[in-house]
């Protein structure tokens, strides 16, 4: 019986992997269309075939992924800036709405021209919010992309 073969697409871009695996499951007999219905493979035997292999079940590699301290230390990562950042954030945002609500005399302070502090304020939040997204995504680049990477290689050897 052939084996389906087929691309696994991050294989390609990472050196020293291969770039197709076998595929666990075998690919369905074909019958003929004089053939007897006692000829064609039954799907329980195609099942008993895989599980005869000593693949782990993939809830248990999952798990001890999950429990490991390489993951640990991705999640802290990512919340060691986003927690901070998005604190960060919404104190500016609801700033910026406080002193609209409390301050208006102040935020229409003519600063240049047509524009006023709330205009600069509005503006800022702008600003910030690219400024913000091009950090969270240099940071993640920076110090969790390679490790959350080499995690996943890991973790797809094990189901292999």
Same mark, same amino acid.
């Given at each position: 019986?052939?084996?389906?073969?087929?691309?696994?697409?991050?294989?390609?871009?990472?050196?020293?992997?291969?770039?197709?695996?076998?595929?666990?499951?075998?690919?369905? &007999?074909?019958?003929?269309?004089?053939?007897?219905? @006692?000829?064609?493979?039954?799907?329980?035997?195609?099942? @008993?075939?895989?599980?005869?292999?000593?693949?782990?079940?993939?809830?248990?590699?999952?798990?001890?992924?999950?429990? *490991?301290?390489?993951?640990? &230390?991705?999640?802290? *990562?990512?919340?060691?800036?986003?927690?901070?950042?998005?604190?960060?954030?919404?104190?500016?945002?609801?700033?910026?709405?406080?002193?609209?609500?409390?301050?208006?005399?102040?935020?229409?302070?003519?600063?240049?021209?047509?524009?006023?502090? &709330?205009?600069?304020?509005?503006?800022?939040?702008? &600003? *910030?919010?690219?400024?913000?997204?091009?950090?969270?995504?240099?940071?993640?680049?920076?110090?969790?992309?390679?490790?959350?990477?080499?995690?996943?290689?890991?973790?797809?050897?094990?189901?292999?």
């Amino acid at each position: 019986m052939a084996q389906q073969q087929s691309f696994d697409w991050w294989a390609g871009r990472v050196p020293g992997r291969p770039a197709a695996r076998q595929a666990r499951v075998p690919a369905p &007999a074909a019958a003929a269309p004089s053939a007897a219905p @006692e000829q064609v493979a039954e799907p329980e035997q195609a099942s @008993e075939q895989v599980s005869e292999t000593s693949v782990p079940a993939a809830g248990e590699v999952y798990r001890a992924v999950q429990s *490991s301290e390489a993951f640990d &230390a991705i999640r802290r *990562s990512h919340r060691g800036f986003v927690l901070p950042a998005t604190a960060l954030f919404v104190g500016w945002y609801l700033l910026y709405v406080l002193a609209q609500a409390a301050a208006p005399a102040l935020m229409r302070r003519q600063v240049a021209g047509p524009l006023n502090v &709330a205009w600069l304020l509005g503006l800022g939040q702008f &600003a *910030s919010t690219f400024v913000l997204t091009w950090l969270y995504a240099r940071n993640a680049r920076t110090k969790r992309d390679r490790a959350a990477l080499e995690l996943r290689w890991d973790t797809q050897d094990r189901l292999r």
